[in-house]
């Protein structure tokens, strides 16, 4: 029975060992049959069509990192070459002084003017002390502070025109520019004052809101602090001060304040500022002046092609120094004066890299001057019953004229091309809306970097042209 038994599990094993088998070729043979079924095509976009929505391109974007480098060493290699080494740190102390080589005269004017920067400041607090303490009618003392607030503006020409002092382009530029920082400074200054008075004298607190407002302490970080502070109590010489020397363009009465400095981050500003400035001067001596000065030839000819040519080979270093010249500044040397001055609002630029028209652009790349814009002018001319497109033309046309000051007043003559420039921003903000809304937000994008890329240093080659004809006649 026992030799039974094993016989029979035996013939089992071997029957189900053979069913398995079968099931194995049965299952393979159906595999097979329904791969040469399957369809191996259906419907599909290819990859770089934008309905295929596929967006993993990073192998793309090193391809294009790697391309931009090569290029860029090629294009160094090949200056190096054709003017040797014009990098000179010590060309810049001289031109930023003042110095007078020719005379061997120890003058130094734009020193002398951004020394005196610090008188028009204190000239506006005491007269804002005497209108608080009734000393002055609202009325004298607001055209007092007109009038002080022009002079400063005006202070830079009035020194070109009616002194014996040479200045050079460097000098004059950095004076020029402080000066406007300052005059922006003021304004807002004064106007906030005379909205607390206002706001203080009518007992509303529609106006205070602009000038007392502190941010939420339930919405700040632990590290914002904040003291309260109320008008005329702000009327000292060491918040003045601290308002010129606080990255921003906006005065308030009560700023939001970080309660330490972080070190590391302080250590990394300082490292960046003083590296990108020694890159910025060496790009330009390097790579920007001799690129301009070769396009003054057929700027003069009016040879059209090589004119499209060297506007192509300046647009390069153009924008490599426009772009390091955002990040020192909005970046670096901004966020290295808030975090010395504990001034917590780092909001210096939104991401106008991803703008997708001008207004876009415009309104996010330059957020402290954006925001005294609207503040001071856009704001002020609306509620006086202008239109939204009136006021933001006179934005506009406020900015296109400090833009020209900024250019006609160091190179000692006046030409229309920046201001022309600003103004045509409007129309052209019009026409990168049309690209958005017709061919989407990628064209309209495009245009936002062409504009960057080719409108600089056309109106850098339109300067020069003058200012050779003008300063370097044989």
């Given at each position: 029975?026992g ?31 329904l ?32 391309m ?58 005491l007269i ?35 002194t ?100 590391r ?34 700027f ?24 390091c ?93 920046a ?13 990168s ?42």
């Open positions: 029975m030799a039974k038994r094993e016989d029979n599990s035996l013939r089992y094993r071997r029957a189900q060992s053979v069913t398995t088998a079968e099931d194995i070729t049965e299952k393979e043979n159906k595999a097979r049959r791969q040469y079924d399957k369809p191996c095509h259906r419907p599909r976009d290819s990859l770089f069509s934008w309905s295929s929505q596929f967006t993993n391109f990073t192998g793309l974007v090193n391809w294009g990192f790697l931009l480098t090569i290029s860029g060493l090629r294009l160094c290699l090949e200056n190096f070459l054709k003017y040797g080494i014009r990098v000179n740190p010590f060309e810049w102390i001289i031109v930023l002084t003042g110095y007078n080589d020719e005379n061997y005269k120890h003058e130094y004017p734009s020193i002398i003017l951004l020394c005196f920067s610090g008188v028009p400041p204190v000239v506006c607090l804002e002390k005497a209108i608080a303490a009734e000393l002055f009618s609202d009325k004298l003392g607001e055209s007092l502070q007109i009038i002080t607030i022009l002079l400063e503006i005006s202070l830079p020409v009035i020194a070109l025109h009616l014996n002092q040479e200045f050079n382009i460097v000098g004059i530029s950095t004076v020029c520019m402080v000066y406007l920082i300052l005059f922006l400074k003021l304004w807002s200054y004064c106007q906030t004052n005379h909205w607390c008075r206002a706001a203080k004298s009518k007992q509303s607190n529609s106006l205070r809101r602009q000038s007392l407002s502190v941010p939420n302490c339930k919405d700040v970080d632990d590290e914002v602090v904040t003291g309260i502070v109320q008008y005329p109590d702000n009327l000292k010489l060491g918040d003045l001060f601290y308002f010129l020397l606080a990255p921003t363009l906006c005065y308030e009465l009560n700023f939001p304040r970080t309660n330490r400095i972080r070190k981050f302080l250590i990394k500003r300082i490292v960046e500022v003083i590296f990108g400035m020694n890159l910025v001067m060496a790009l330009f001596q390097q790579w920007m002046i001799p690129a301009v000065t070769n396009a003054l030839d057929p003069s000819q009016m040879d059209y092609i090589r004119i499209t040519e060297r506007l192509l080979k300046l647009a390069i270093p153009n924008h490599l120094l426009w772009l010249f955002f990040y020192l500044t909005f970046h670096s040397f901004l966020n290295l004066m808030g975090e010395l001055l504990h001034f917590a609002d780092r909001n210096f630029y939104g991401d106008w890299w991803n703008a997708r028209n001008i207004s876009v652009f415009w309104s996010s790349w330059n957020m402290p001057v954006h925001i005294w814009a609207v503040r001071h002018v856009y704001v002020p001319v609306s509620s006086m019953g202008y239109s939204k497109g009136v006021s933001a033309i006179m934005v506009f046309f406020i900015s296109a004229f400090f833009h020209e000051y900024l250019v006609s007043v160091p190179l000692q003559m006046f030409r229309v091309w201001f022309l420039g600003m103004m045509a921003q409007p129309p052209l903000a019009v026409i809306k049309v690209f958005e809304w017709r061919l989407g937000a990628r064209w309209g994008n495009m245009v936002v970097w062409s504009s960057l890329i080719l409108g600089q240093p056309l109106a850098i080659m339109m300067y020069y042209h003058d200012y050779a004809l003008a300063h370097m006649k044989p």
